[in-house]
Nanobody, 116 residues
Framework: QVQLVESGGGLVQAGGSLRLSCAAS????????MGWFRQAPGKERELVAT????????YYADSVKGRFTISRDNAKNSVYLQMGSLKPEDTAVYYC?????????WGQGTQVTVSS
């Protein structure tokens, strides 16, 4: 098990940038694949980006490709989501998650609000 705590959310104007951080507890962080999900009001939670244990493989949803970058620092037990060219439709609660065989570890979420 790994405990996850997100930070870095906030209010930003359209076109702006934010960097989300997720700090993990536990000495086995480096074996987990990590992901960022988001959930907007009235919508289902959706996958935004993932990164494998080494950082050598990433995946992005089409809606954020070219605007968001996921990265990790295993020495700091952390994963990041650099978000750029933000749009009002990026407004959501963003969650960090960890996976071995399934997405079974979740943070509490951080709110991102993009104003037009």
């Amino acid at each position: 098990q790994v405990q996850l705590v997100e930070s870095g959310g906030g209010l930003v104007q359209a076109g702006g940038s934010l960097r989300l951080s997720c700090a993990a507890s536990g000495r086995t962080f480096s074996i987990y694949s990590m992901g960022w999900f988001r959930q907007a009001p009235g919508k289902e939670r959706e996958l935004v980006a993932t990164i494998n244990w080494s950082g050598g493989s990433t995946y992005y949803a089409d809606s954020v490709k070219g605007r968001f970058t996921i990265s990790r620092d295993n020495a700091k037990n952390s994963v990041y989501l650099q978000m750029g060219s933000l749009k009002p439709e990026d407004t959501a609660v963003y969650y960090c998650a960890a996976r071995l065989s399934s997405w079974s570890n979740w943070g509490q979420g951080t709110q991102v609000t993009v104003s037009s």
